[in-house]
């Protein structure tokens, strides 16, 4: 038996630490750690309440439109508000355009270049690979980082500025759109989805969403033109559907709320089917986390520290689900959400490297399509944010979904000052050290059985697991 440390992760907030116990040249155990602690919610604690607003978008640059949006969910519940439809119609372009970028970073910048590495270089396509995905060099980036920061012109005209907008309110969003501002908006949306219908798909974004079943898909992609056409190639070459399979519970919180329901439905989704997500059997568990024990409920829990704790390995905590580990992000919200073709991937390899990544770039359509009926949907001459109370006592939960999976704030109110504030976070889920019966987190039971050989740490079957959860550790330690 082999002990191997890897750590830290480049391309991503780095602040991961895998630790492999390798036998016979395959991983036999893993133990995931987030080796940094930053505190926020004790930060947040005594502050007045609307002070959430500006603290807990820092949590994280890449999802700073999320955590505001699970931080307005838990204050309207606190404060038992509705806000103007305008308000939720403008926060729901804004969430949609920063959760689409993130797909877009996550797969050119983060995870794609992987295949370029020389690790690759007797493979077939890898000279084709490297020439559209090798960082800095590869012709990708030259399409997609355009149309990422074009992407993100939206939270200028929406929310002023990204990261860490004030915007985003109780009451709806502070600005109002004008009809000129709207055009502009159209004019991004629709330069997003040419991209993608250009350089992702090589089809339009009807036709690919369309797709129900495995068949059609295996129809649909032969001989098409389109990065994800070069990903699925790649994915069958490598078996990337055998790599890094989940635990097989997927969970969502539900996204995109608005006056007719949600554009992505909450639930959880495993062998048996799709469910409804009983969120009262959501817990913490804190037996391997340098933390201190107390209540398991986040709404009641609190976050001290504890570095020397015996049998601790990492800042993060355990959530569970009725005892269970759950695996979030986008192939759990749109199997969840019941799209068809996941489903039917899900069913027939489990949650996997390759049904990750179709997963992101299949939501990627479906935010394009959606940001472009909430634009027109806007009702210029109408409110964009409600008028609210100062707020003094109460409670409220905000549970949303980030790029990366479910996102959940939690606050208590006494006096108009946070008296309680609780993050569980997407990759909290999904990089969970051990609980107390010993199960293992999600991303630990997705590296037991790759095959290193002898590449030990330099292992690139590692690598391609730990980013299709697309990890973002500051999140995770808060």
Known sequence: MTRLIIGP??????????RLEIADGVVATAEVSVPLYRGFEQILDGRPALD?????????????????????????????????????????????????????????????????????????????????????TGSASRDALPARARLLEIMGIIAGKWPHSLAFQPGGTTRAIDLGERIRLLSIVGGFRSFLETSVF??????????????????????RAGDLGRFLAIADALQLDRLGKGPGTLMSFGAYHGEHGAL????????????ALATAEIAEDVSHAWMRDGATDPA?????????KPGAYSWAKAPRLGGRPVEVGALARQAVNGNALLRALVSQSGSNVRNRVIARLLETA???????????????????????????????????????????????????????YQIIAPTTWNFSPRDADGQPGPLEQALVGTAVGSAGAESVAVQHVVRSFDPCMVCTAH
């Open 9 to 18: 992760f480049n391309r991503v907030e780095g602040d991961l630490e895998v």
């Open 52 to 136: 959430a607003l500006a603290l807990a978008p820092r949590i994280c640059g890449i999802c700073s439109v999320s955590q505001s949006i699970a931080a307005v969910a838990a204050l309207r519940g606190a404060l038992g508000i509705a806000p103007a439809p305008n308000g939720v119609l403008t926060a729901n372009i804004a969430h949609a355009a920063e959760n689409a970028a993130d797909h877009l970073t996550h797969f050119y910048i983060f995870f794609m270049p992987d295949f370029a590495r020389d690790a690759y270089a007797a493979a077939p396509w890898h000279q084709a690979t490297a020439a559209r995905f090798a960082a800095t």
């Open 202 to 223: 090589g089809d339009r974004l009807e036709a690919v969403l369309a797709l129900d079943t495995i068949a059609a898909f295996d129809r649909w992609r032969d001989g």
């Open 264 to 275: 992505f439905e909450r639930g959880i989704f495993d062998q048996a089917g799709g469910a």
């Open 300 to 308: 009641l829990s609190t976050t001290i520290p504890d570095a020397d």
């Open 366 to 420: 479906h935010l394009a399509l959606a940001m472009e009926t909430w634009v027109r949907a806007l009702r210029l001459n109408e409110p964009f944010c409600a008028d609210v109370a100062p707020p003094d006592e109460g409670r409220g939960a905000g549970m949303v979904e980030a790029a990366r999976g479910s996102l959940g704030h939690w606050i208590e109110l006494r006096h108009g000052k946070i008296a309680r």
